[in-house]
């Protein structure tokens, strides 16, 4: 069975950096995506970035591309969302997820993992 977790949340100011982690463990596909997605209060989930681990290829959101950055610890099975001059708008649960598609839409990932609460002080 896929798990994953996620991890690496916490307060930030806002212009600050920090570096989400997500580890991923009991998945039987050779090829996969990863995908990162928030969740504000009261908002729907949101598609920040996909991952493709068979040519390690990323795709990011409008809403977070040249801000947000992703890179893999293979050894240590683990992938990284860099995030970087962070804004009040970035305070969500921050999720990671297994799919087969590359894509950022929520219902094309089939195994989640619990989120990391990230919040930024204005």
């Known amino acids: 069975e896929v798990q994953l977790q996620a991890s690496g949340g916490g307060l930030v100011q806002a212009g600050g950096s920090l570096r989400l982690s997500c580890a991923v463990s009991?998945?039987?596909?050779?090829?996969?995506?990863i995908g990162w997605f928030r969740q504000a209060p009261g908002s729907e989930r949101e598609g920040i970035s996909a991952?493709?681990?068979?040519?390690?290829?990323?795709n990011y959101a409008d809403s977070v591309r040249g801000r947000f950055t992703i890179s893999r610890d293979v050894a240590k099975n683990l992938l990284y969302l860099q995030v970087n001059n962070v804004k009040p708008e970035d305070t969500s649960i921050y999720y990671c997820?297994?799919?087969?598609?590359?894509?950022?839409?929520?219902?094309?990932?089939?195994?989640w993992g619990e989120g990391t609460l990230v919040t930024v002080s204005s």
């Open positions: 997820a297994v799919g087969r598609i590359a894509s950022t839409a929520p219902y094309e990932y089939a195994y």
């Open positions: 991952f493709r681990t068979w040519d390690a290829v990323s």
């Open positions: 009991g998945s039987t596909f050779d090829d996969y995506t």
